[in-house]
């Protein structure tokens, strides 16, 4: 299983970032996906996430202002980051779940960093 993460760097408040991860090494389709943050001394925090059939839920921090999608033609997840806040810097990591099973891989993340 091989997620790899991109799309992340420096911006200002207020502005949008689209991170993206290509996954490859497993069935993408049947996997429900997630990004994760992980800010300075925090923990790591569900971002958003799409289930197999579409279905997202999201933080309600980033509620209106992110859009988590999927390209199943593409393998990749997406994450759309508008509106973006100095406390939306963290370590952005995808992950993959597959379905009853209770395991999650995760990508190598990628920075975001928001300044006022």
């Known amino acids: 299983v091989l997620l790899q993460a991109s799309g992340g760097g420096l911006v200002q408040a207020g502005g949008s970032l689209r991170l993206s991860c290509a996954a490859s090494?497993?069935?993408?389709?049947?996997?429900?996906l997630a990004w994760y943050r992980q800010g300075p001394g925090s923990q790591r925090e569900l971002v958003a996430a799409v289930t197999t059939r579409g279905s997202t839920n999201y933080a309600d921090s980033v509620k209106s202002r992110f859009t988590i999608s999927r390209d199943n033609t593409k393998n990749t997840v997406y994450l759309q980051m508008n509106s973006l806040r100095p406390e939306d810097t963290a370590v952005y990591y995808c992950?993959?779940?597959?379905?009853?099973?209770?395991?999650?891989?995760w990508g190598q993340g990628t920075q975001v960093t928001v300044s006022s």
């Open positions: 090494g497993f069935v993408f389709i049947i996997n429900n």
């Open positions: 992950a993959a779940n597959l379905p009853g099973t209770g395991r999650w891989d």
